[in-house]
């Protein structure tokens, strides 16, 4: 069982930054692909960015790309997703996921089955 919270949400104003954390317990976490994912109201959830067991691979959805990084220590059993340039679409509640099937360079997209969730953080982008 892998336990996550995330951390790092808030109010910001559009162009502005902000870096969400997600510490895990439970497991190793460099036994897994970590993903961030969002909601925003009315939405599904959405694929934002993933990151490899080893670190070296991140993948994102077009619509972050250049302006979003997933990045993780697994010393700390961290991960996290510096957001920069943000926009009002931006706004949502963030989640963190872990995943414990792929290899140690892989980072997943979206659609696979991610094993653990954790409870998620607002961010709200104002333009």
């Known amino acids: 069982q892998v336990r996550l919270v995330e951390s790092g949400g808030g109010l910001v104003q559009a162009g502005g930054s902000l870096r969400l954390s997600c510490v895990a317990s439970g497991r190793t976490l460099s036994n897994y692909a970590m993903g961030w994912f969002r909601q925003a109201p009315g939405k599904e959830r959405e694929f934002v960015g993933s990151i490899s067991r080893s670190g070296g691979n991140t993948y994102y959805v077009e619509s972050v790309k250049g302006r979003f990084t997933v990045f993780r220590d697994n010393a700390k059993n961290m991960v996290y997703l510096q957001m920069n340039s943000l926009e009002s679409e931006d706004t949502a509640v963030y989640y963190c996921?872990?995943?414990?099937?792929?290899?140690?360079?892989?980072?997943?997209?979206?659609?696979?089955?991610?094993?653990?969730w954790g409870q998620g953080t607002q961010v709200t982008v104002s333009s």
């Open positions: 996921a872990a995943e414990g099937n792929s290899g140690w360079n892989s980072a997943p997209g979206g659609s696979i089955n991610w094993d653990y």
